[in-house]
């Protein structure tokens, strides 16, 4: 009896810690986000010159991940306390990549669901922000402890602001999808570029589109991009043109085509823009001012001149490159350019796959032809690289 009696014990003692250890488990996982939740917003509250909040924080614990819901970040004035947009998204995904398990590395990925990020003049510029990045890294170090292996954007929107310009400025892209991967360099970790990052975005009834092979942890930056900006509608961007052209376009479409590449602190490449069918004076401009119009007519008559009749389009190419603190643009080459769209032969609407990141470093052969020749004899350009 005894011996019956104290197995029963140590059975029921067993169900008592089994229980307990559940009943804990249980308690811990309710508990959990609410201690997420302050950890995060105290987090987000302390940093150097940004406030920033998060409305709730969901646990995925069988998948590793947790999920951030309607967070958002602004630029904070330290005098005045002021505080101005710069980030928002709807919901971040943060995750181990389990797929990169198979190939030895423990990673993570984020995915951010209809994220905003707004630049304002004077507020959050580029270059004011380029300064933070700091304490940028630190913030993500604090949400996602994993090296950042796979990054998604979908539904995204960037936008420019100038609320000091007359007309206002609010210029954006939309409906961003951006995918990043293998930023750590799990797979194929032999190549030059082993990580790669595409984009696809709206921009005004035209359409954006980025594709870049890169070397995330080179020590100086290794990549070699193109992209491409197809029929974006001029019209719909006249209060930026009006702020800063004073002028503004009846009908015109706007393209840009961009290559570069990088490697060991220099790179290479050249932009290309190239406007159709601009028209800048119309009925709506006869109740200007006077001083207005001869602008207007101006800037039309420039584009009516050095525009290419035949396919009614205003172009030109401008070659960058050098090394990152001493870059150089060719301006008589895009003078070049221009006149050779207008008057010899129409540039191409396309990207011409000429830069990758072999031809960085590498000088251009002199090329002794004078400005007239240059002009009229694209292919001899050609031969000058070939020699």
């Known amino acids: 009896m005894n011996e019956k009696r104290q197995g029963q014990i140590k059975m029921k003692k067993r169900y008592i810690i089994l229980i307990s250890v559940v009943v804990l488990l249980i308690v811990i ?21 940004y406030y920033g909040h998060t409305d ?12 951030i819901h309607n967070i958002y970040l602004n630029k904070a004035d330290s005098v005045t306390n002021k505080q101005t947009e710069f980030f928002k998204s709807r919901d971040i995904d943060l995750s181990i990549e389990w797929g990169a398990i198979f190939h030895g590395s423990l990673v993570g990925k984020m995915v951010f669901e209809s994220p905003v990020l707004i630049f304002t003049k004077n507020k959050t510029e580029l270059s004011q922000v380029r300064k933070d990045t700091t304490d940028f890294r630190k913030l993500l170090e604090h949400f996602m402890p994993l090296t950042v292996n796979r990054f998604e954007v979908n539904n995204g929107s960037i936008h420019y602001v100038d609320k000091t310009s007359s007309p206002k400025v609010d210029i954006f892209l939309k409906q961003a999808h951006i995918l990043a991967i293998n930023l750590s360099n799990v797979i194929n970790n032999k190549l030059e570029l082993p990580s790669k990052v595409t984009a696809q975005a709206s921009v005004y009834e035209g359409t954006l589109n980025y594709n870049m092979k890169l070397n995330a942890l080179a020590k100086n930056a290794t990549f070699e991009l193109n992209a491409e900006l197809r029929n974006t509608n001029l019209v719909l961007l006249n209060d930026f043109l009006r702020a800063y052209g004073n002028f503004d376009v009846e009908k015109g479409k ?12 220099k790179f290479k490449g050249y932009v290309k823009p190239i406007i159709k069918d601009l028209q800048v004076l119309g009925p709506k401009d006869t109740n200007d001012t006077f001083f207005h119009k001869i602008w207007e007519y101006i800037v039309g008559a420039v584009g009516v001149i050095f525009k290419n009749q035949k396919d009614d389009q205003l172009a030109t190419k401008v070659r960058i490159e050098g090394d990152f603190s001493n870059p150089r643009t060719y301006t008589l080459d895009a003078i070049f350019e221009v006149l050779r769209n207008a008057f010899i032969q129409a540039l191409l609407p396309s990207i011409d796959h000429e830069i990758n990141i072999n031809s960085v470093g590498k000088k251009q052969p002199e090329d002794k032809r004078n400005f007239l020749q240059k002009i009229i004899s694209p292919a001899q350009k050609n031969e000058v690289k070939k020699k």
């Open 254 to 265: 706007f393209s840009l085509y961009t290559e570069m590449a990088a490697k060991e602190g």
């Open 29 to 49: 996982r309710i508990i959990l986000p609410y201690v997420v939740l302050h950890y995060a917003n105290k987090t987000l509250s302390k940093m150097n010159g």
């Open 56 to 67: 709730d924080i969901e646990l995925s614990l069988y998948r590793g991940a947790y999920i």
